[in-house]
């Protein structure tokens, strides 16, 4: 008797795009977000354009909400259900569940996780480099989800 494989779960990808044009509002929907992944019990990898990102963010989840704790790391330094990256992530360390995305460029990776997703706002930046990932993902053959925040 052979085993079949089970088929994998559809690969997702979300884009949510923000009614805003700063920094730290992105931040903060992105800690709102990472609270709720991590209150599902799913695990997540959040990677960034740069280090000095990383290192912001890092003090972002610590200072986000006194009665809120956001287990994190960066780059795999302690265990931990949320991991922040600069590049790409180490990929058989890493439990493979959420990547949030917020690199300005297309992760070649994403197929690896169960779930993408992209954070934007209305910076001219960000929106093109987004369009250019929405264009990947479909060229890849995942048709986008996206979810508009605080447009009325």
């Keep these: 008797m052979t085993e079949t ?3 994998q779960p559809p690969k997702d990808v979300l884009f949510y795009v923000l009614n805003s044009d700063t920094a730290e509002a992105r931040e903060a929907f992105v800690c709102k977000l990472i609270n709720t992944i991590y209150k599902k019990q799913r695990k997540s ?3 960034f354009g740069s280090t000095d990102e990383v290192n912001r963010f890092d003090r972002q989840l610590w200072a986000w909400k006194p009665t809120a704790f956001l287990p994190h790391a960066i780059e795999q330094q302690y265990p931990a259900p949320i991991q922040l990256f600069s590049e790409k992530p180490t ?4 439990d493979k569940d959420v990547l949030i995305n917020l690199h300005p460029e297309f992760p070649e990776f994403f197929g690896e996780y169960q779930r993408t997703i992209e954070v934007l706002d209305q910076s001219a930046y960000l929106l093109q480099m987004g369009r250019e990932r929405w264009k990947a993902y479909r060229k890849s053959g995942i ?3 996206i979810h508009k925040i605080g447009f009325d």
Excluded at 91 to 94: A, R, T
């Design 45 to 47: 990898v959040v990677r």
């Design 5 to 7: 494989a089970s088929p």
């Design 143 to 145: 048709e986008p989800t």
């Design 91 to 94: 990929p058989n360390k890493l």
